[in-house]
């Protein structure tokens, strides 16, 4: 097959953006990327990321990528599950204690950091509004993570939340407590729950 064939497929799956993972691990050679951007078929959107020129640049997925440790959370992951309404302007990124990286500081991310025995917890996948695949908090860990005393989240979007995952079909009670009590925020979801339910 011809790679830039190949390449301009992966592109067309991807909302119009491929990395150079993807292409080491379809068998293509960069040189192929390297190719495509000079008959600007392709541009550089950061290391190891390339876009379509006509494709909307997806903040979100380039940071999971160029950051792959970080994990959306908190008021980003509510988002992405549709329990806020509001649109991130900073995303939300949570890491495993430990994890250093300089390049973080100047970027639209604001981090978190937690012990790596609940780094995993409720670890996710979904879509951009773009398409592209994300990992994220899922919505029982989120809930649990914006109730936190030592967060910033705005009280307005955790009230919202939790009238939301009340009404919600797929609300999950027994893995919103389990992890309630691993994250050591039983007592405010109980107090949210006995008034919402």
């Not at 994990?71 to 890491?95: C, K, N, Q, W």
């Not at 993570?145 to 030592?150: E, L, Q, Y």
């Amino acid at each position: 097959m011809n790679h830039i064939k190949a390449i301009t497929e992966i592109l067309e799956r991807q909302s119009g953006i491929v990395t150079t993972a993807q292409i080491n691990a379809a068998g293509i050679p960069r040189l192929y990327l390297s190719k495509m951007t000079a008959k600007k078929l392709l541009q550089k959107v950061d290391r190891g990321i390339y876009a379509a020129p006509e494709a909307w640049e997806d903040e979100m997925f380039i940071l999971q990528y160029k950051y792959s440790k970080g994990i959306f959370s908190h008021e980003t992951a509510l988002y992405i599950h549709g329990f806020s309404d509001r649109t991130p302007t900073r995303f939300v990124m949570t890491f495993p204690y430990g994890y250093h990286a300089k390049s973080i500081s100047g970027t639209n991310i604001r981090m978190k950091k937690v012990v790596k025995s609940i780094y995993e917890l409720g670890i996710v996948e979904r879509a951009t509004p773009f398409g592209n695949t994300i990992r994220l908090y899922d919505l029982e860990r989120t809930l649990c993570d914006i109730v936190k005393g030592n967060n910033s989240c705005d009280i307005q979007i955790v009230n919202q939340a939790m009238k939301r995952y009340a009404l919600s079909k797929e609300k999950n009670i027994s893995r919103l407590l389990e992890y309630a009590e691993l994250l050591r925020v039983k007592p405010k979801i109980l107090a949210y729950m006995e008034i919402l339910l």
